[in-house]
Each structure stands twice: as structure tokens, then as C-alpha cells.
């Protein structure tokens, strides 16, 4: 159990467009989810953590009108990359807290944006 | 700042040696300690957590590790490691400070094991 997908798990973009993340627990439901990214060889930078029904709480330094994220039913969440640049292109990796449960995060596979 | 820390960034051992990669956190109340493994070309598993009760963990694939309090300590063993374990290791920290569920992570260790 506590299976985390994410689609796409990869995706080429033109500068200047917007992309949407989406982040799905397929088995458990999740009252609370983080959206990071991972840089090559590099730990995890949270971006923001993701509470179903209210607004996004975002981590220092993260642009919350650029990155936007809407958890809007128990097992769904999603990032929207908006105006993408070349500097967005990331390695995006979101994880779930199973409703109920202890705090363990549970990780989805990671969407790869490229950015050209 | 609260802050996790890992010693060892790259670790190459030949198969059946003993592992030991360390973490240390810099927080002095209540802590959730977590271990996640990502393999080559895979997303983040949990290997093994600690909450509380015994400060000896056993997780999945043989890996344990021991909660030492006074060293603010969480470090992974493995006695005998195998090819498969060839993947990078991350140790997690959740500190316990309201409704706080974040976790502050440790820069990794990638781990490659000779056959």
C-alpha cells in the first residue's frame, strides 16, 4: 500500500508556457502533500506543502505565483509551472501523508521538466 | 537553524562488507528520524523511521539503525551489503514543533557496492 504516482513522469516545454504536475495517491487518501525538486546529485528542496482544502504554505524563496498548487480533492494534487524558463527545468518529486497515520511520506516517481 | 547532516557523501564498499553511513540532526526536543534509499533510476523508499520505544530500528533489506539521543544520532548500518544496494541514501528529520510535518533532509550518500 501507499502507492504515489505523479504524471507526466517527464516533460519538454517551450519558454513561456505552463505546465501542470499532478500528484496522486492511488490507495490511501492524503490530507497532506509536498512538492519538491531534486537537482542531479543533490538532496530534496521542499517547495511547499500542500493541505487538501486550503491554500498552499509555501517555503521561503519559493514564488508562489509561479509555482502554483491546488489540492483540491483528498488524493489529487497538482503543480502548475507557469511561465516555464530554462531555469525551471527540474527533476519534481511529490510525497503524501496518509490520512490517519503517523507522518511517514510516501513518494511518488518524479516528473522531469525540461524546459528549451 | 535546524539542520541534518550526513557525513559520508560517497561511500564505495566491495560486496559483503559491513556499511555504516551517519547522521547526525541539530535539534534538541522531540524528533521523528526517518532513512529513504532511491535506487538508480527509481523514486524515494522508505527503508526504515523511528518515533519512539526502542532506539534499535530494523527496516526492509536487512538495514537497521539506532536513535542515540545524547549524540543526536540516527546512523544506518548494514553488516553485509550487496550489489543491490548500490543507491543513494537520505536521512530525514522530522522535529516535533506544533503541527509542523516537515522534514529537513541530509544531502545524501551515494553508495556504490563493487561486486
Known amino acids: 500500500g501507499a502507492v504515489v504516482s505523479q504524471h507526466p513522469s517527464w516533460v519538454i516545454c517551450k519558454s513561456g508556457t505552463s505546465v501542470k504536475i499532478e500528484c496522486r495517491s492511488l490507495d490511501f487518501q492524503a490530507t497532506t502533500m509536498f512538492w519538491y525538486r531534486q537537482f542531479p546529485k543533490q538532496s530534496l528542496m521542499l517547495m511547499a506543502t500542500?493541505?487538501?482544502?486550503?491554500?498552499?504554505?509555501?517555503e521561503q524563496g519559493v514564488e508562489k505565483d509561479k509555482f502554483l498548487i491546488n489540492h483540491a480533492s483528498l488524493t489529487l494534487s497538482t503543480l502548475t509551472v507557469t511561465s516555464a524558463h530554462p531555469e525551471d527545468s527540474s527533476f519534481y518529486i511529490c510525497?503524501?501523508?496518509?490520512?490517519?497515520?503517523?507522518?511517514?511520506?510516501?513518494f511518488g516517481p518524479g516528473t522531469r521538466l525540461l524546459v528549451l | 537553524a535546524q539542520s541534518v547532516s550526513q557525513h559520508n557523501h560517497h561511500v564505495i564498499l566491495s560486496e559483503a562488507a559491513s556499511l555504516e553511513l551517519g547522521c547526525n540532526y541539530s535539534y534538541g526536543g522531540t524528533v521523528n528520524l526517518f532513512w529513504y534509499v532511491q535506487y538508480p533510476g527509481q523514486h524515494l523508499q522508505l527503508l526504515l523511521k523511528y518515533f519512539s520505544g526502542d532506539p534499535l530500528v530494523k527496516g526492509i533489506k536487512g538495514f537497521e539503525a539506532e536513535f542515540i539521543k545524547s549524540k543526536f544520532s540516527f546512523n544506518l548500518r548494514k553488516p553485509s551489503v550487496q550489489w543491490s544496494d548500490t543507491a543513494e541514501y537520505f536521512c530525514?528529520?522530522?522535529?516535533?514543533?506544533?503541527?509542523?510535518?516537515?522534514?529537513?533532509w541530509g544531502l545524501g550518500t551515494s553508495l556504490a557496492v563493487n561486486p
Open positions: 530525514a528529520v522530522n522535529a516535533e514543533a506544533g503541527n509542523n510535518r516537515k522534514l529537513i
Open positions: 500542500s493541505n487538501e482544502g486550503s491554500k498552499a504554505t509555501y
Open positions: 510525497s503524501a501523508i496518509r490520512q490517519g497515520a503517523d507522518m511517514t511520506q510516501y
